[in-house]
Nanobody, 120 residues
Framework: QVQLVQSGGGSVQAGGSLRLSCAAS????????MSWVRQAPGKEREWVAS???????RYADSVKGRFTISEDNAKNILYLQMDSLKPEDTAMYYC??????????????WGQGTQVTVSS
């Protein structure tokens, strides 16, 4: 049974920082693509960042330079460090895992979601 359990998030003022974590059981992050996706109320789901099986990160233009995706393969934990947060970053954030080395195709697993609220 695969589980992705998220923690972190919360409320912060604009300019602040938060870190999201996503711990996996029954599933190894090693050599697989992991991603963070967010969805704000009334908006489409938006891809935020991915890290592929080689550890290379990619970011949406809206978060580039402010967010950092990383993973601890030994602990099987995915992170999203969010700095210089803006009100438009307010959303429910989800970690998502694939079974592939590269970040292509559908997501196979999802975390439960964690709310991030940024006030101005």
């Amino acid at each position: 049974q695969v589980q992705l359990v998220q923690s972190g998030g919360g409320s912060v003022q604009a300019g602040g920082s938060l870190r999201l974590s996503c711990a996996a059981s029954g599933y190894s992050y090693s050599s697989k693509c992991m991603s963070w996706v967010r969805q704000a109320p009334g908006k489409e789901r938006e891809w935020v960042a991915s890290i592929d099986g080689a550890g290379s990160g990619r970011y949406a233009d809206s978060v580039k330079g402010r967010f950092t995706i990383s993973e601890d393969n030994a602990k099987n934990i995915l992170y999203l460090q969010m700095d210089s947060l803006k009100p438009e970053d307010t959303a429910m954030y989800y970690c998502a895992g694939r079974l592939t080395f590269y970040c292509r195709g559908d997501y196979s697993y999802w975390g439960q979601g964690t709310q991030v609220t940024v006030s101005s």
